[in-house]
């Protein structure tokens, strides 16, 4: 069965940097298109950052020339590179893959930016 297990979360100050990883199972991962997400309690879960097997990636505006998705594919597993880290940026983060109308999520990490 397909697993999404994040890790990486934390406490960081203002300024600073994170990675978060997404180890996956449970299926042919470098066929397919990983996101990260992330969500703020009362607010709807938004897209971060994508990745394709191979390709361009993508990245909300909010955090574009911050955050780093990346992946490699003989591990498994997804990154995310957060650097210059914001209040705004405290959220749990996700990680997603669909396979046709079958969408898988992990639990969910949590992000705090706060001095």
């Known amino acids: 069965q397909v697993q999404l297990v994040e890790s990486g979360g934390g406490l960081v100050q203002p300024g600073g940097s994170l990675r978060l990883s997404c180890a996956a199972s449970?299926?042919?991962?470098?066929?397919?298109?990983m996101s990260w997400y992330r969500q703020v309690p009362g607010k709807q879960r938004e897209l971060v950052a994508g990745?394709?097997?191979?390709?361009?990636?993508y990245y909300d505006d909010s955090v574009k020339g911050r955050f780093t998705i990346s992946r490699d594919n003989a591990e498994n597993t997804v990154y995310l590179q957060m650097n210059s880290l914001k209040p705004e940026d405290t959220a749990v983060y996700y990680c997603y893959t669909k396979n046709g109308d079958m969408a898988y999520w992990g639990k969910g990490t949590l992000v705090t930016v706060s001095s």
């Open positions: 449970g299926f042919t991962f470098s066929n397919y298109y």
């Open positions: 990745i394709p097997s191979y390709g361009i990636t």
